[in-house]
C-alpha cells in the first residue's frame, strides 16, 4: 500500500462546498469521472499541491506529499507530479521546444537529449519545435503540453480534461498519443474527464467523483456494469464494457469480426491486427432483448445471455444487467456483463425474471467507434 | 544648432535627462517588486501600503518635497545616517533631485506594471510549479518576461513624469544652477527674470520635443516588446 503509485485522503471545505475524497490508483491510466462541478479539478489540483487541503493525507510512490497531521505539505515544485490542464498553459514567449525543455532539468542530464528526442517522437512535435504557441493549432499545443508534463520526469502524470477544448476531429488525433502514453513513459496516470469514451478508451481504473466524493472505485468493466452507479455515469450513456479480440476482418463489407468469450461480435472496421484484444463499449439503449434469436433482421449480433439483475425506476424504462458466459469450446473464463434498457412493458412481457435466458441483440452500427480502442498497454502490464 | 541654446540652457536639459534617467533606472527594480507585492500577494495593511504608493498622486508635490527634507535632510533621521556613515549628501544635489523625481513618478510607474502583471495568467505561472520551478524561477523566467510591457511602459511613463518634476523639487533641493536647476525650474527661473521671455519660450518648446521623443520611442518599445511577449515574433 505505502508503495501504491497514488494514495490520497483528503478533505476541504469552501463555503458551501466541500471534498472528501479517498482514492488510489495503481500502474496504468486511473480516470476520475464525474459531472462538471464534481470536484474533479479540485482532487487533482491538491494532488499538485496549487491547492491544500483541510486535512488528510496524500502519498505518491511511497513518498508523503502532504499530512496535514505530520504538518506535511511539499512543494508543488518538489512533488513530481506532472500536469496538463484544459487550456495547454503553453508559455508564450517561449517556442516549443523552450517550453518542452522548462521542465528538463529533472532528467538527469545524461539522459536529456534521449528522452527529448523520444518525447518529440511519439508525439509527433518535430516540425514545430521552432514556433511560438501562438502559431500552433489546438491539437498541436495540447501535444506540446503533454510532452512538456512528460519532460519533466513526473512520478505520476495527472491530465485534467485533456481534450475538453478540442473538437472531434482533433481529439481523435490526440487520443492514440495519450493510450501509448502510460506505457511508454512507465508513468502512471491519472486522467480526469467528464466524457465516458474517454475513459472507457484510456482507463484501467475508475474513480467516480460526485459532489466532492469518490462514490466508487474499481476496474471500469466492473463499475458499468453495475446497475446501481448509472445515475452517476449516466443513465442515457449508461453502457457496460466488453473485452474481446480481434477475430477477423470482413473487409468487403467493412466489418471487424470480434470473438467475445467465444460469442461472435461484429462492429464497424477497425485497424487492429488479428488476436488484439479490444474493450468495448455498449450502451445499454442500443441493446435490446429477444427470447428466441430472431430470423430475418438487420441485427447481426445476436448473443445468449442470463438475466443477471433488473432494476425498475420510476419511469417506463427497466435496466437489466445480463451475464454473458463463455462458450463451451472458449474454455474457462470469467463472465461478462452487458446492459439493457428496455421498456416496463416488455420486461413484464417478456418475464424477465432473474435467471432467465434470453439473446441480448446488439447493432453493430451502435458500437462507439470512439470507444472502441486497443487495451492501453498500461492494461496488459496490470495483467502481466 | 549648439547655438539655439544657452549653455546654461543646455546644462539644464543634461541635467534633466540625467536625473530623470537615474530616477526612472533606480525605481525600477523597486516600482517591480511593490508590483507585485499589491497584485499577487494578500496580507494585513494592503490597502495601507497601495494607499501609500499613491499617495504622491494625491499630494501637493511641495509637501512631498518637504516630507523628503524632513526625512533625508542632513538633519533628518534617515540624511543624518547617511552623511554620517556613507558621507552621502542628497540636499541641493541632482542626486536629491533624482530621489524627489522618483518618489514623484513612483505611483505611475507601478500602476502600468501591476496592471500587466494582473493581465498575466496566474495558471502559467502554476504550470511552471509543477515543472519544477521554484517561485523565484517562475518570476524570472514566466512572470517577468510576460509583464514586460507594463514594465516598458510604467518606465517610460515615470521618465516623461520625472522631467516635468518641479514642485518636490525645488522644495527639497532647491534651485541650484548645474545643480539642482532641472528644464522646468530653469524654464520658471526665466520667467522670473525680466528679459528671459525668449530663453522660456525656447525651453518650452524643447520639453515639448523631448516628452514627444520619449513617448514615441517608449510606443515603439513596448509593441515590440509586447509582440514578443505573445509570440507573434520569432527571435
New interface residues.
Partial sequence: MTDAPLHMSVRLKRGDFSIDATLDAGPGVTALFGRSGAGKSTIVAML???IKPDDGVIRVAGETLFDSQAGVNM?????????V?Q?P?L???L?VAQNLK??L??VSPAQRADTFAKVVDLLGLDGVL?R????LSGGEKQRTAIG??LL?NPRILLMDEPLANLDAARKSEILPYVERLSADFGVPVVYVSHAMEEVVRLADTLVLVDAGCVKAHGPVEDLLARLDLTPLTGRYEAGAVLNATVAGHDDDVRLTRLNMLGHKLFTPRVDLSLGKTVRLRVRARDVALALTPPVGTSILNQIPVTVAQVELGSGPHAEVALSVMPKPSFGSAQAQTVLARVTRKSYQDLGLERGKPVYALIKAVAIDRHSLGGLGMGADQNKS | MMDFLSPQEWAALGLSLKVSLWATLGSLPLGVGMAWILARRQFFGHGLVNAAVHLPLVLPPVVIGYGLLVLLGRGGVLGGWLYDVFGITLVFTWKGAAIAAAVMAFPLMVRAMRLSLEAVDRGLEDAARTLGAKPIKVFVTITLPLMLPGVVTGGVLAFARALGEFGATITFVSNIPGQTRTLPLALYTLTQSPGGEAGAARLAVLAVIVAVTALMMSELLARRVKAKAEGHIHD
Fill in positions: 499538485a499541491g496549487l512543494a508543488p515544485e518538489h512533488r513530481g507530479v506532472g500536469c490542464f487550456d498553459r508559455f508564450p514567449h517556442n522548462y521542465g532539468n529533472r521552432e511560438r504557441p501562438a502559431g512538456r508534463a519533466s
